[in-house]
């Protein structure tokens, strides 16, 4: 149902949330590109430069339970706006740094912020929008999300050659001044069905997704035998297991395990994981095989990136839209066997005497089948629960592709390292071409899930009726309170004579 005075209201909060998606997105890619220039300028080491990457990393999945948990309890327009003013202060901090200590420090809480972020934006686009009209906002949500990953690296890039790296992070501050009265004035208040923190969930889940993705960023340097690795890894396990069963007891969890009995649920976040671990993973050695053995500069292979980038961007709104009226199933498993062709085929082409010609057809192959995922795979997590649930799907959701992330990367990085390592662009494509073999294997499975394990299409059906019914009520809601809002402007002004 669509009205005069809820239209406006949808579209303003489709511009604010994307844009505040895209500032997280932006900066969390901005910052590779200048790592050099940030460690000549602040005498970083190797380790303390990786930390620069790995503390917003650790905050920000840590925390995207956390965010999702905090906007339902105590507002989700309230979260978001205090997630962008957090990072717009912690970029300030980040472009003000004096040593490379402080920078992590900033870096860490831009994750914290991003973490409140992220997870809201697919919620107040949830409430904001009914469930047939969804596939299209979402792909213009996920294709102004592939606008930051197509620009991340350019600005990177162009900014730390043209300025210097300090600039990176002063882009953040006018956006997030100028978005905060917007969202302020033009988002609508909502929260979930919880009506207290679970305060015992909150510190099991963050404790335990920290011992886990610690664990996996600190193997890249310390090797998975390290008792640093080894004890991290076993811990968040056992916490994230303690979570599981304090969930299944409390009457109100922060987590719902019903979610992951829902075939629906379960299936979409299990093609997630592994499209972020299988293009992910590939995607951070793939960007520098451009600079290590292709001799680009941080610029030049930003610009080269962007025919992947690019046709995220172009195709995901097409990608949600048509899945709206297809369905998802068909887009993410096609999505994902044209990703697993895309390595393939980089796989098999990868030399030191490499053209970037060869290399555009799977560069475009591989971001369609990225958009192709995007937004069905968030309309599809939408669908399979009720709209007041909303943010505990979106914050389990961006946890677990997160952990895929940085899953892939890792395991990527032990392939790469047994079989070639940095020492020249031979050694490096020797490393190269067996983990994009694996991040191909791992997405040519992913795309046989929604085949093997289909969607219950009456359970969807009725979960679509219910979502439309309940959206319908809100709209009346809504409505009523601003004609009430209405007549107390006329009560209140005298009118002319």
């Not at 302020?184 to 909502?190: H, V």
């Not at 008792?227 to 991290?232: D, K, L, P």
């Not at 390595?343 to 192709?372: C, D, K, N, R, W």
Request: without cysteine; glycine residues 10%.
């Amino acid at each position: 149902m669509q009205s005069i005075t809820t239209t406006p209201r949808r579209g303003w909060t489709l511009a604010i949330v994307s844009i505040g998606l895209f500032m997280m997105v932006l900066d969390n890619l901005v910052v590779n590109v200048a790592l050099p220039s940030i460690r000549h300028d602040l005498g970083a080491s190797i380790q303390t430069l990786e930390w620069t990457v790995n503390a917003y990393v650790l905050a920000y999945a840590v925390l995207l339970l956390t965010g999702a948990a905090l906007g339902d309890r105590l507002g989700r327009k309230r979260m978001f706006i205090a997630g962008i003013a957090l990072f717009t202060a912690g970029s300030a901090a980040a472009a003000l740094s004096p040593t490379i200590d402080f920078l992590i420090a900033a870096r860490a809480v831009q994750g914290v912020a991003a973490a409140l972020v992220t997870p809201l934006t697919l919620t107040l686009i949830a409430e904001a929008f009914p469930p047939n009209q969804r596939g299209l906002a979402l792909g213009v949500w996920s294709g102004i999300s592939g606008i930051g990953v197509a620009l991340g690296p350019l600005v990177g890039g162009a900014l730390t050659q043209a300025a210097s790296w300090h600039w990176i992070f002063w882009v953040n501050v006018p956006i997030g001044i100028a978005l905060i009265p917007f969202a302020a004035s033009r988002l609508t208040e909502s929260r979930g069905e919880v009506t207290h923190l679970d305060l015992t969930g909150l510190a099991l889940a963050s404790s335990g997704l920290f011992g886990i993705v610690f664990g996996l960023v600190r193997s890249q340097s310390l090797g998975w035998s390290s008792a640093e690795v080894v004890v991290s890894l076993a811990a968040g396990a056992v916490l994230v297991i303690a979570f599981v069963l304090h969930e299944l007891r409390t009457s109100e969890p922060m987590l719902p395990m019903e979610f992951f009995a829902n075939r629906s649920f379960a299936v979409t976040n299990t093609i997630s994981l592994a499209m972020y671990f299988g293009m992910f993973g590939s995607i951070f050695f793939l960007s520098q095989f451009l600079q290590n053995v292709l001799h680009n500069t941080p610029l030049e292979a930003g610009v080269k990136l962007l025919v992947w980038t690019g046709a995220v961007m172009v195709v995901s709104p097409l990608a949600g839209f048509l899945s709206e009226r297809y369905g998802s199933r068909l887009f993410m498993a096609a999505g994902l066997g044209l990703q697993a062709v895309a390595l393939g085929m980089l796989a098999e082409l990868a030399s030191v005497h490499q053209t970037y010609v060869s290399m555009l057809i799977p560069f475009v192959l591989a971001g369609s089948g990225m958009a192709m995922v995007f937004a069905p795979s968030a309309n599809a997590v939408l669908a399979s629960v009720r709209t007041a649930q909303t943010g505990q799907a979106s914050g389990a959701t961006n946890a677990i592709r997160e952990l895929g992330g940085v899953l892939g990367i890792a395991l990527l990085a032990t392939v790469f390292t047994s079989h070639g390592s940095y020492a020249s662009p031979h050694a490096y494509v020797a490393g190269l071409t067996p983990a994009l073999w694996v991040g191909a294997a791992v997405l040519a499975a992913g795309a046989l899930i929604p085949l093997v394990l289909p969607f219950s299409t009456r359970a969807s059906a009725a979960e679509h009726a219910a979502a439309e019914a309940e959206h319908a009520a809100a709209e009346a809601e809504y409505a009523a309170a601003e004609a009430g809002n209405a007549a107390a402007h006329a009560s209140a002004v005298p009118l002319p004579a």
